[in-house]
């Protein structure tokens, strides 16, 4: 059974910085095409990030050149780095894995929050 | 950058109403559009993709339509669980999947 547990999310202040974990079973997150998707407090949904299978990165422009994707492949862990964070970086932040052909999610995590203020 | 838009924004219906909800992408998406059911607090469930393919164990009563830019999710007859957020994505413009801005169910 496919399962995504969030990590690492709390209380950081503007230009800060923090690491956030999701903890893959069930597959192999390095075989899957793997994405961030967040959701600030009372809005809707906003992609953030994705890495595919052969390493390829993509981000939003909201976050690109601040936020980093990535895989601890031996810890079967999606990895997103996020630097520099703004106050407008506050939400929900929830893994999520594709289906095979990379075109829809049909898997998530619970989310984890992460609040930027000061 | 592929706009989507969501009517209505939010509705309020009661058990056993037909709900229809529909989204229009900014450019012609083909049948690339999902659609995902949100409780608050929980994370989002894929309800339907390709525009009309219904995800396993999602209830008969969910059902999509549509291509190009014009796109509709319908619940034939709403049932109490099926208050929720719902939002269509589109997956045209990988890898940047935008989603919509969200239709609220809630009951009348």
């Known amino acids: 059974e496919v399962h995504l547990v969030e990590s690492g999310g709390g209380l950081v202040q503007p230009g800060g910085s923090l690491r956030l974990s999701c903890a893959a079973s069930?597959?192999?997150?390095?075989?899957?095409?793997m994405s961030w998707v967040r959701q600030a407090p009372g809005k809707g949904l906003e992609w953030v990030s994705v890495?595919?299978?052969?390493?390829?990165?993509y981000y939003a422009d909201s976050v690109k050149g601040r936020f980093t994707i990535s895989r601890h492949n031996s810890e079967n862990t999606l990895l997103l780095q996020m630097n520099s964070l703004r106050a407008d970086d506050t939400a929900v932040y929830y893994c999520?894995?594709?289906?095979?052909?990379?075109?829809?999610?049909?898997?998530w995590g619970q989310g984890t929050l992460v609040t930027v203020s000061s | 950058d592929i706009q989507m838009i969501q009517s209505p924004s939010s509705l309020s219906a009661s058990v056993g109403d037909r709900v229809t909800i529909t989204c229009r992408p900014s450019q012609n998406i083909g049948s690339y559009l999902n659609w995902y059911q949100q409780k608050p607090g929980k994370a989002p469930k894929l309800l339907i993709y390709a525009a009309s393919s219904l995800q396993s164990g999602v209830p008969s009563r969910f059902s999509g339509s549509g291509s190009g830019t014009d796109f509709t999710l319908t619940i034939s007859s709403l049932q109490p669980e099926d208050f929720a957020t719902y939002y269509c994505?589109?997956?045209?413009?990988?890898?940047?999947?935008?989603f919509g801005p969200g239709t609220k169910v809630d009951i009348k």
């Open positions: 890495i595919y299978s052969d390493d390829r990165t």
């Open positions: 069930g597959f192999t997150v390095s075989g899957n095409y």
């Open positions: 994505q589109q997956s045209y413009s990988t890898p940047i999947f935008t």
């Open positions: 999520a894995r594709a289906d095979s052909s990379g075109y829809y999610y049909g898997y």
